[in-house]
C-alpha cells in the first residue's frame, strides 16, 4: 500500500487577494507535494483560509459587504488562484466550514479536560495586523514591526491556555527530535523562545460577533490563531491525525511560533500526536521593499502568471531564492532568469534535441546510451533526490541545468547535424526525457510539453518537434 504523507501550507488570511508571497509557500508546497507524489506517496495536500480574524470584519466593512458574503466571495478568489496557479492540493479547507467547528469544539473539550483552560483577566496589547497578543519588548517605539501600528490596550475577561505548563515537555520533546523544524537556525530561535520561559495565553475575546464561539459560553469568541492551528486536524479529522498527524507544516518564518511552540503544546493538552516536522520559508521583499498592503507593493501572481507562465514564476521562486533564507524579488531579476535559464537555457536545449530527434525518427533504443550521459543522468538523479529532500531546491534546480548545460556542450561537439550519428542523438533525446523527469514536480507543466514530445511505440521512439516551451519576451 502507497504510504501516506500529508502536508499543509498556512491557511491564509482573506482580507486580501494572494499576493507572491503567499504564492511562494504554495508552490514550495505543491512542489514537495508532486515529488512524494512521484515517489509513490498517496499525498494529502491541504491549503485553505483563515476566515474568521477580526481583519476579515474590518476588510468587509471596507467594501460594504455583509461579512459572510465577503468571506465566500474571498475564499472562493483564494481557491481559484491556487486553481490558475496550478496547485495540486487535494483539499481547500476554510475556517467557517462545519467540520472545523465541531473539530474545534472537540479539541477545546479534550484541553478543558486536561484542565488547562481557565478564566483569567487579560491586560496588555493586541496588534490587530498580527492577530497577537504583544510585549512592549516586541514593539519599535511603541509600533509593531510587523505592520507598522500601535497595538491596542485592551483588558478583558478571558479564557486562558495553560501554555506555561508545556514549556519543559517542549524543550524535552525538540531534544528527542532534532529534524522537527528546519532549517536549523530557525531551530534555535524556537528553541530560545521557549527556553525563555512561556506565559499562559489568552484564547478568546469578548464582545465580538465574528468568530468560532466558545464551548458554552456565547459572550466569548475563540481567538483566532488558537482555532485557526486546529484547521491541520479539521482537514482529515480526528481520528486520521491520530492515526497520522501531519508529515509537514510548510510555514513561513513569521509563525513559526505558532507552529512549532503553540500547538506542539495544545496538541499535547489533547493527547494527540504531533507534526513530524515544521518547514519555515524566508521572507522576500519587492525591490528591497517589504511586501505590505498599506505600502501598495504587493504583486499579484496572476499577472505574472500571464506574463512568464506559472512554471517561469515557480522555478524564478525556488531558484533564486534559497529556501530558509530571506530573499528579494523584482521583475527584472525574474525577466533575466527567464531569458538565461529558460528561453535560452532549457527552452532552447529542448528545441535542439527534439528537432533533431524529429528528423532521425523513429529511433532505435538498441543503439543505447552514451556511457558519459549515462554517468551524468545517473549523478543528477542522485544530487535531485538529496537535494530536493533538504528543501534546497536551488539547489536542486541548479544541478539540473548543469546537466542541461553538459548536454549543450555534448551537442556542440558531436555535430549530430552533420554526423547524423543515432546513438548521439538517442542518447540526447534521452537525457532531455531525464531532465522532463527531473523537473517535474518544480516545473510541472513544462515536464508535461517535454514528455508529450517523446513517444515510445512498440519498440521505437517517436520525437516530435512540439511548441515552443517559453518563447522570448520582447
Ligand atoms: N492566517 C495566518 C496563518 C494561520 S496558519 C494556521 C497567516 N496568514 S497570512 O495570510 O498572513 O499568510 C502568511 C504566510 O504567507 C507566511 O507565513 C508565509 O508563508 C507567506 N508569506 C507572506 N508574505 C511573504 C513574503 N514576503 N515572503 C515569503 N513568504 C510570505 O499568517
Redesign the pocket.
Known sequence: MASRFYLT?????INDVP?V??A??TFVADTFARWKRSRGNEVVFATGT?EN?QKTVDAAAKTGEDVQRYTDRMAETWQKTWQKLGISNTDFIRTTEQRHIKTVHELWRRIAERGDIYKGRYEGLYCRGCEAFKKESDLLEGFCPDHNMQPERVSEENYFFRLSKYQIPLLDFYDGHPNFVVPEKRFHEVRRFVEEGLEDLSISRAAREWGIPVPGDDSQRIYV?FE??M??VSAIGVDAWREHPADVH???K??LR?HAAIWPAMLMSAGLPLPRQIAA?????IEGVK?SKSLGNMVDPLVLTEKYGADALRYFLLREIPFGEDGDFSERKLEERYTADLANGLGNFSARVLALGERASPLDPKTGVDSVIELRIRETRHILEEKTLGYRFNEALAAVWELISFGDAYVNEKKPWETNNMRTIFSLVALLDNVAASIASFLPATSEKITGSIRWTDHTMVVSKGETLFPRMD
Open positions: 501550507t498556512p491557511i491564509y488570511y499576493h508571497g503567499h511562494y509557500t483563515d480574524a490563531w485557526a492551528l484547521n491541520y510548510m510555514v513561513g513569521d509563525i505558532f520559508n524566508g521572507f522576500f521583499t511586501i
